[in-house]
């Protein structure tokens, strides 16, 4: 196993009259393949933790190496190629495009880094949802789907670039206990079988115990880690 993604001394704080600290000097070094959970109180600050290790927020102390890659330093459009590049985002409400149909969602990503043509876009979006057994919707619209679906398709949109992480915010907060129990397996076999990195912030407990590895975040510090 390699590191897929460390960071160092992580801070980040909102400044104003009394500043507040969301992330507490938080280092971590995560393995390719990984299962992560990161579990904690409301508030404890895990969401704002995924958002830095997701390259979404700059943190004010300490780095963060992707794949080796020291990503300090970064400017803004360096680190939205990261994103589109390595890092695929799933989180608790699903953000799909409502006008746009289930492939078009998934095509999306693609579209924007522009390596695929139009046909091998389609066709790998295609692919994509049959792996996540969405193949048959694919000319529906979001609204037309279940939680579940949705949430599905999501993660069919996360991989389209081929990510090497998948950081998921609440991925399964929104769903009934079946959907979020397949949602679980799937993201369970994302990093298991196909080798990504998954880094899911949640409340659910059955989730956590799927991980290889739980994080316990209190006031923005590291509380345990947990390993399988
Ligand atoms: N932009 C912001 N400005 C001020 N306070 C913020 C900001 N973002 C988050 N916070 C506060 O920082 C703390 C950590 O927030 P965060 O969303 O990371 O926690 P969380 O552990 O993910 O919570 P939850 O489980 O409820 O989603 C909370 O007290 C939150 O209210």
């Known amino acids: 196993m390699s590191s897929m993604l460390r960071a160092e001394n992580l ?23 990984e299962f992560v959970c990161i579990m904690g109180p409301s508030g404890s600050g895990k969401s704002s933790l995924l958002y830095l290790l997701g390259l979404l927020d700059i943190p ?4 963060i190496w992707l794949d080796g890659v020291d990503t300090a330093g970064f400017s803004e459009d360096e680190l939205a190629e990261q994103r589109l590049q390595h890092l ?11 006008e746009f149909s289930v492939r078009d969602n998934v095509a999306l990503p693609m579209r924007k880094l522009a390596k695929l043509n139009t046909k ?12 996540l057994g969405m ?19 999501a993660i069919a949109r996360a991989l389209a670039n081929d990510p090497k992480i998948i950081l998921a915010d609440e991925p399964t907060g929104n769903l009934d206990s079946a959907s979020a129990g397949n949602v679980r397996e799937i993201l369970k076999n994302l990093a298991h079988e196909m080798g990504k ?13 799927a991980a290889d590895t739980r994080i316990s975040i209190v006031d923005g510090q590291i ?5 399988a």
Request: aromatic share 8%; charged share 20%; net charge negative.
């Open 135 to 153: 193949l048959g919707q694919m000319h529906k619209f979001p609204h037309q789907l279940s939680g579940g679906q949705r949430q599905r398709v």
């Open 120 to 131: 091998e876009i389609d066709e790998r979006a295609e692919l994509l949802l049959e792996k």
């Open 223 to 227: 509380n345990t880690t947990w390993q």
């Open 197 to 209: 990195t998954v880094i899911a912030v949640t409340h659910d407990a059955q989730f956590a115990a």
């Open 11 to 33: 801070h980040r704080e909102i400044s104003g009259e009394v500043p507040v600290k969301l992330v507490n000097n938080i280092s971590l070094d995560i393995q390719a393949g």
């Open 60 to 63: 004010n102390q300490g780095k």
């Open 88 to 98: 695929g985002y799933v989180f608790q409400f699903h953000f799909l495009l409502a």
